[in-house]
């Protein structure tokens, strides 16, 4: 993992990690192109210690990841804000992961099927009552006509951040700091 400025809220738990990369729903991905940052939220799954994520096999993401693959996968998640009298001290609760590696269009089928099929698995669990078929991510195409495309990033490093949840800190709408001055 990458080394971090506030060593205390590094997360080093691999489980505490996979469980959260398999639950958020929404992760960013950046991309670097010659002019500026790139950054776009998208679906995705985490399995296979891979990021994977779906899309047209055209537009812009397509081609800043023909010219520079290279990738950063940030997903968090803000779970609420935690209070203090001090108002230096009031703070966020949250939990982070930043995976680094280059994206990679997945060529195999069987592979492109079992990402998708997670993804269905994940955002819409028990809506088919049947696995998806090769032959339909094989042919699908989009509303505009696009070949719609799997990509994976492999996670070659990953840094996770957490500043845990503190039930008697989190705020609330009509709470005061008087509130918290009589604990």
């Known amino acids: 993992m990458i080394p971090m400025r506030k060593e205390n809220l590094e997360c080093k738990d691999l489980e505490r990690i996979n ?13 670097v192109d010659d002019k500026l940052p790139y950054v776009i939220p998208l679906n995705f799954v985490w399995f296979d210690g891979a990021i994977y994520f779906h899309g047209a096999a055209e ?22 804000t935690l209070t203090d009298p001090v108002p230096a001290e009031t703070d966020t609760a ?12 997945v ?61 008697d800190k989190l705020f609330y709408h009509g709470k005061t700091q008087h509130h918290d001055r009589t604990r």
């Open 19 to 31: 469980s959260f990369l398999y639950q958020e729903k929404t992760g960013f991905l950046g991309l």
């Open 107 to 167: 060529a195999k089928l069987e592979e492109s099927v079992k990402a998708m099929q997670q993804m269905l698995d994940k955002y819409v669990p028990g809506y088919y009552d049947k696995p998806l078929s090769s032959s339909h991510v094989e042919k699908y195409r989009s509303s505009l006509g696009s070949r719609t495309v799997i990509y994976k990033i492999k996670a070659l490093e990953m840094s996770a951040k957490e500043n845990p949840m503190q039930l």
């Open 59 to 80: 537009g812009r993401k397509v081609n800043i990841i023909g010219e520079n693959a290279k990738a950063c996968f940030t997903v968090s998640a803000n779970q609420g």
């Open 94 to 105: 949250y939990m982070s992961v930043m995976i680094f590696g280059e994206v990679e269009l």
